[in-house]
């Protein structure tokens, strides 16, 4: 039973360069969930999304990100034109319904903005 | 969401209980206590919820005080494996549907 995965574990990109970060829920899972974890801060969560939805992207900024969670394949985290504040651990958690009692979180993707 | 307040860092010994506390007195009536750990370099992963009464599983008890102001995480025989930052966090199901909103957790220390 596969958990949720994340690929690259880690990513390195230059100022201004575009990062893209993958995300499979489980398996039968079509709620998805992005947190960022800053250096020595908490988690934040960014966005929630659903089979070809957002639902909530209160926490994404405002500019240079955006998600999506097509019908089919990966969700999907894109940063534009990355800065060294993006640099970060990058969580991607799945839930079978919306209000589950359980997350479960990949292993996250360590983004290293040089 | 409810404020939560935890200690920085605790410190335990292996093969001792701990109990991990978390003060949450601006909870609602119908939030759920959830507590997640993260290991080191790892993402965070699902312990333990509740809403009013004791609950237990494989993993560790939950003792939710009988105004709900507060909870105690109980591991009853510490690993170092469980050396892990513990989050408590009160989450509303109905309208925030499984989004969590994480405080700064406690650090766990296990000596051997």
């Known amino acids: 039973n596969a958990g949720v995965m994340q690929n690259p574990r880690h990513l390195v990109r230059r100022r201004g360069q575009e990062a893209r970060l993958r995300c499979s829920p489980m398996k039968g899972h079509s709620h998805v969930y992005w947190y960022r974890q800053l250096p020595e801060e908490g988690l934040k969560f960014m966005v929630y999304l659903q089979k070809e939805n957002i639902i909530d992207e209160s926490g994404m900024p405002k500019e240079r990100f955006s998600a999506e969670f097509p019908k089919e394949g990966p969700s999907i985290l894109r940063i534009q034109q990355v800065v060294r504040g993006d640099s970060a651990a990058y969580f991607c958690a799945s839930s079978p319904r919306y209000s589950s009692y359980e997350q479960y979180f990949g292993p996250g993707t360590r983004l290293t903005v040089t | ?112």
């Open chain 2, 1 to 112: 969401d409810a404020k939560t307040t935890q200690p920085n860092s605790m410190e335990s010994n292996e093969e001792e209980p701990v109990h991990l506390p978390c003060n949450h007195s601006t909870i609602s009536g119908t939030d759920y206590i959830h507590w997640y750990r993260q290991l080191p370099s790892q993402g965070p992963e699902y312990v333990i919820h509740g809403l009013t009464s004791n609950v237990n599983n494989r993993m560790a008890s939950l003792a939710i005080a009988e105004d709900r102001k507060s909870s105690t995480l109980i591991l009853h025989r510490a690993t170092l494996r469980d050396a892990a930052v513990y989050y408590c966090i009160p989450t509303q199901l109905e309208t925030s549907g499984s989004r969590l909103t994480f405080g700064e957790g406690t650090q766990l220390t296990v000596n051997p």
